[in-house]
């Protein structure tokens, strides 16, 4: 799986997998090593190689010019071995193999020239029969004839030939011998170099999966900073609305004993506007019946008016007419004050009357104050609801 396609949002690590992750870590850092160690050993192995090339080439050529210095045929017998042993063929289709034959042979071409001007000693041939018969022949010419010195010159030199072949073929296949290891050593280096490009591509690809990966490191880290911080901000949030919660339920259990308290005077209202409506309704009985009482009586005071005005028109001198009189002043009185009370009782019913318009005011205000208070408080228990909702969200 890739972890550096998934989200950051995502990831959430926990202690056996980071410990998995700290594992892999070293692991990669030791097989790191492991791969250094073993590219290092690689790369001695290889200047040990190529110095015991350089070796084998000094050697070569000091033999060389050793053998074109004293004339000498170069014979190797180690190079003889270890082509036995290691069968190692000829391939002339080789360039390299190609080329060093060629300076092998120009080099051999050379020390025989160099010899055959310098000396006129060498091996015994197996043509000494034509070469004596040659010399037989050159006797007849004189010592300063061309053609003798010349003739002579090439009998030393067809003398020579046998030994010349034989070094040529030595060094021909030392040549192979040397182009065959070069070969091997240069294919064995191509193969370490190969080799240890692959393990630079690999150690650049970890290089890049360890930066990767203490970058994401890194992020989960600072993500994991964010929401502790994240989470201590909504500790204390919550611990503020646990706070609000409180001071809202403590002014929820005043407003319901506020609410209590009015519905107890609403009560005590409703209870004294019904005794107020009952005095209303017995002083409003009261005051018919003295309605009905004061109109008999004045019926009956005009009938007696009556009476008494027929009696004094026919006792005018009567002297019942003085009773009569004083009766009538003693009626003009009675009325008087009859008419006196009268007054009091309206006096009195107009202020029952007001008093009764003061308590259903008083009692309208009080019912608009509950309204008000069952409003604000429906209000306060939709907030409260709203809190808890979101403080049982938070929690």
Known sequence: MDV????????????DKKTRILDILE?????????????????????AKQRLIDKYEAMGA???????????????????SYTSEDGITESHDSPTMTNVTELSSTHCMESSDATATSTH?????????????????????????????????LCVVVSKVPVLRRALRTLHDQAQWNAAVVDELRHEHDTNLVHLHHKRQFQRVLQADMVRLRTQCSDLHATMAAERR????????CSNLQEDYMELDQENHQLRGIVAQFEKNHANLRRKCQQVAAINQQTNERLGMQHEDLANQRHRAQDTIQTLQASVESMAA?????????????????????????????????????????????????????EELKRVLRAQETKWTDQSSRLMQLV
């Open 62 to 80: 000091q033999g060389t010019k050793k053998a074109a210095q004293h004339g000498t045929p170069l014979t190797l017998e180690i190079a003889k």
């Open 230 to 237: 994240a989470a201590s901000d909504l500790q204390v949030e």
């Open 318 to 370: 009567n002297p019942l007419w003085l009773e009569f009189l004083r009766d009538r002043h003693m009626y003009i009185d009675l009325q008087g004050e009859l008419e006196g009370h009268v007054e009091t009782l309206q006096s009195q019913l107009q202020q029952l009357t007001r008093e009764r318009s003061r308590l259903e005011r008083q009692h309208a205000d009080q019912q608009h104050t509950i």
């Open 27 to 47: 692991n990669i850092q030791q097989e790191y090593r492991v791969q250094a160690q073993k590219v290092e050993w690689q790369s001695q192995l290889l200047e």
């Open 121 to 153: 000693g060498g091996l015994p041939s197996p043509s000494m029969t034509l070469v004596q018969h040659v010399q037989q022949l050159l006797v007849r010419f004189p010592q300063d004839d061309a053609f003798r010195h010349h003739t002579e010159q």
């Open 4 to 15: 550096a396609n998934l989200p950051l949002d995502s990831v959430f690590l926990t202690p």
